[in-house]
């Protein structure tokens, strides 16, 4: 892998700029929007691009909390993933990018069936084993979801990449809360309130008084999924538990200093147990940053795809042809 050389060193401005950055576009490529039914009265879009000709593979990208398929770093692999050869598919999780009343629940960070549905349609497609990539949260349900399957991941999936992942939910939302990250939660906790409100099934009074990712969970999150408490949802829910499960290739990215994920967590034995896990770890890039100086300005993007081709090279993907 190429060395990271950081732009800036400081992980706010970091992570700042890796979300306002204008990115590379792969919009020089058709974008088919099409809608998964994955159980009954829930629908998730996935918004999917791919190169002329014959596709090398499949990449589908999992957003992070709040997001979409539309943020700047799905958008940004996109277009390297296009560039690469591969077919491009950005997985919006329930009741995102603009879907709020296509599903009668909510998303939340362990939630593995909607992605799992996704797979095994592109799979029933004739699509070879995918490569996920999460991002953030997204790198949790990735996880998680690989883990889960066990040795049967390897039908579906190729291999896992996880950047800035919050392996430890608890931790991570306790960090979230800490006086240095108060404009991050300021701004999560508004577009949670949001899209809650915009599925019709919430009001901003049910947010009196939830000021922290933290309150809202234990008073939203967890509840509507069972989970009781904020605390068993994120015992239950942190992809570090299924780490010992992963049978496929996995590469960890993870900035020491990211403003909401403590790198200690990347010191467990969960970690370091799994020979299949790989940890990229730089000393800077903050939270889902990783803006370095040309020409890797966008490093993040060039290690994912390079360590792809790094396992297609190990053991060639089935070629990937679009269903007729």
């Known amino acids: 892998m ?3 050389e950081p732009l800036f060193r400081n992980a706010h401005l970091q992570t700042v700029a890796g979300h306002y950055w204008k990115r590379p576009s792969g ?3 058709p974008v088919l929007r099409r809608f998964y039914l994955t159980e009954p009265d829930v ?3 996935v918004e999917s691009q791919r190169p002329p000709g014959e596709a090398t593979g499949e990449i589908v990208m999992v957003h992070g909390l709040e997001g979409s398929g539309e943020a700047g770093y799905m958008q940004g692999l996109s277009a390297a993933a296009l560039r690469a050869g591969f077919a491009a598919h950005r997985f919006n999780m329930r009741t995102c990018g603009g879907t709020e009343r296509l599903c009668q629940t909510l998303y939340h960070a362990g939630l593995t069936s909607d992605l799992l549905a996704v797979l095994r349609e592109l799979r029933g497609e004739g699509h070879a084993p995918v490569f996920l990539v999460g991002f953030s949260l997204g790198g949790n349900v990735a996880l998680k ?3 889960e399957l ?3 991941a390897a039908t579906l999936v190729r291999g896992v990449c996880a950047v800035s992942t919050p392996l430890d939910l608890e931790a991570c939302a306790r960090r979230i809360a800490e006086p240095d990250n108060r ?5 999560f906790v508004n577009r949670m309130r949001h899209r809650l409100c915009a599925t019709g099934r919430y009001q901003k009074r049910n947010f009196a008084g939830l000021d922290s990712v933290m309150q809202i969970d234990e008073t939203i999150t967890a509840p509507s999924f069972g989970f009781g408490n904020a605390a068993h949802y994120y015992r239950t829910q942190s992809a570090i538990r299924y780490l010992g499960g992963l049978q496929v290739p996995v590469l960890l990215i993870q900035a020491k200093d990211d403003t909401f994920v403590p790198f200690e967590i990347f010191a467990s034995e969960a970690v370091r147990a799994n020979s299949r896990i790989e940890l990229l770890a730089t000393e ?3 939270h889902l940053g990783f803006i370095g100086r040309k020409p890797q300005r966008f490093w993040a993007d060039q290690a994912i795809i390079r360590w792809i081709k790094e396992q297609n090279a190990e053991k060639p993907m089935l070629v990937s042809r679009p269903s007729k």
């Open 43 to 45: 629908q998730v879009l």
């Open 284 to 286: 800077h890039g903050g």
């Open 183 to 187: 404009l991050y939660q300021r701004r």
């Open 2 to 4: 190429v060395a990271f």
């Open 145 to 147: 979801l690989a883990g």
């Open 27 to 29: 919009d020089a490529f």
């Open 150 to 152: 066990g040795e049967d």
